[in-house]
């Protein structure tokens, strides 16, 4: 397709994994350049990407998901890339399925292409309160905004310049993948979902509990309550 795609993975004590979907990532070759965005991790999180071969921006204090994120869209933004794909360093994101998110992009012109464990068969297991947490919001956006997202939580999303360019200045900061799915509403970006395989997690194990789940749940769609009323 010609275009040059900047692979954001934002990572937080990822040594074990992290230069595994580095290399994943390279593997598929000119137009893909992998950002490792360091979330001030205090294992060897750098060290590891650094030495697959991936860019690596350090963050000088601890950000959380959405700033590590939304660092990585300001990288894209300022180096001229025409899209980017975000992939956790924990390898649940087969590095291989990252052509079936960006093709949508210019092929078919989407804003945003999430992929999403729910489309087709998985193996992949998700929590019981998770999995209602996901029903849930998907739910409210389909009520509220017409959205019909199945995979409402996915991280594993690729997005075209006018999107990330958007992100790089307005993103959740706090669990922001469903809420910035409303954001993408509000702005009138076409978004798609594609079935993907994800892996189960290698190593350490989630810190979404049942308890942190139920608190996610609502956290996230007062959060986007809320933002109905807000100007973009």
Not at 58 to 81: C, D, R
Not at 89 to 112: A, C, N, R, T, W
Not at 149 to 158: L, P, Q
């Amino acid at each position: 397709m010609n275009k040059r795609i900047a692979v954001i993975i934002p990572a937080y004590n990822e040594e074990k994994t992290v230069g595994e979907v580095v290399r994943g990532v390279k593997a598929l070759g000119q137009g893909f350049d992998v950002v490792v965005i360091n979330d001030s991790s205090r294992d060897r999180t750098a060290q590891s990407a650094e030495a697959a071969g991936a860019t690596v921006i350090e963050l000088p204090y601890n950000l959380g998901i959405g700033g590590a994120v939304q660092t990585g869209f300001k990288y894209g933004v300022m180096n001229g890339y025409d899209g980017c794909v975000q992939v956790d360093g924990d390898g649940q994101h087969p590095p291989g399925e990252i052509v079936k998110l960006v093709e949508p992009l210019f092929v078919h012109d989407y804003d945003i292409v999430i992929g999403s464990r729910f489309m087709g068969q998985t193996n992949y297991h998700v929590p019981l309160m998770r999995a209602l947490g996901i029903r849930i919001i998907s739910f409210f956006l389909k009520v509220v905004c017409g959205m019909t997202v199945k995979d409402t939580t996915s991280g594993f999303r690729a997005l075209n310049r006018q999107a990330m360019t958007f992100f790089a200045t307005d993103y959740p900061q706090d669990y922001p993948e469903p809420e910035s799915l409303l954001f993408a509403h509000k702005k009138k970006f076409k978004v798609m979902e594609v079935s993907i395989e994800m892996k189960d997690r290698e190593h350490g194990i989630s810190s979404i509990t049942p308890f942190r789940a139920a608190y996610y749940m609502t956290k996230v769609l007062l959060a986007m309550s809320i933002d109905l009323f807000r100007e973009f």
